[in-house]
Structures are given as C-alpha cells and as structure tokens.
C-alpha cells in the first residue's frame, strides 16, 4: 500500500499533481493507493482512474484555513488513525471471512 498526501485533491488533480503521478505508477504495478488530503474539492473523483483508491480529509468540520494550518500535526494524526481503522476492519473482515459462501 502507497499512502501520499495533497493540500487539495479536484479535478486539477489529474494534470500532474503529486498524486497523480504516484497513482499511475502504483496501478501499474496493482499497488493500492491512498491519499490524505487537506480538502477534496469538485471533480475529485476523476482520480480514482488513475489508481488513487481512495481519499480521506484531514478535516473533520468546517473551520478556517489558519485554523487548519495551526492544527496541521493533529489533524493529520486524527485522520491517519481513522484510515488506518478503516483499514484494520478490512483485515479483520477477510480474516473472519464472513462473505464465504456456506457449505
């Protein structure tokens, strides 16, 4: 797994952010990609064809942006352990293999 970051991710996105360049490498090589973003902004999903799996916004209500610079570090923090939660359910669930078809 391939984790970046953005400040924004929109439909700029695709025109050689960071990101981008980053997803199209990993898909090439079925790399699972996610990217932690500051804001994720109209037309956001066309990153997903480029090998982005998914998103997930540092910021978890509505504040300004010197607060959110201010709060950078901790806000980063909180949303790399709710991905990684995500993440650690995922495992969980093919561990416990609970869409097996019974037999």
Same mark, same amino acid.
Request: hydrophobic share 40%.
């Given at each position: 797994?391939?984790?970046?970051?953005?400040?924004?991710? %929109?439909? *700029?996105?695709?025109? =050689?952010?960071?990101?981008?360049?980053?997803?199209?490498?990993? +898909?090439?090589?079925?790399?699972?990609?996610?990217? $932690?973003? =500051?804001?994720?902004?109209?037309?956001?999903? *066309?990153?997903?064809?480029? =090998?982005?799996?998914? /998103?997930?916004?540092?910021?978890? +209500?509505?504040?300004? $942006? %010197?607060?959110?610079? *201010?709060?950078?570090?901790?806000?980063?923090? %909180?949303?790399?352990?709710?991905?990684?939660?995500? /993440?650690? /359910?995922? /495992? %969980? $669930?093919?561990?416990?293999?609970?869409?097996?078809?019974?037999?």
């Amino acid at each position: 797994m391939l984790i970046t970051g953005e400040g924004r991710i %929109d439909a *700029q996105s695709v025109f =050689g952010k960071v990101p981008f360049g980053l997803g199209k490498m990993a +898909k090439k090589y079925n790399v699972p990609v996610i990217a $932690i973003v =500051g804001e994720i902004g109209e037309g956001f999903s *066309q990153i997903y064809e480029y =090998g982005i799996n998914s /998103i997930m916004s540092i910021i978890s +209500k509505a504040i300004s $942006i %010197d607060e959110a610079m *201010q709060m950078s570090k901790s806000l980063l923090k %909180d949303a790399t352990e709710r991905m990684m939660r995500i /993440i650690k /359910i995922g /495992i %969980d $669930i093919k561990k416990k293999n609970y869409f097996k078809k019974s037999e």
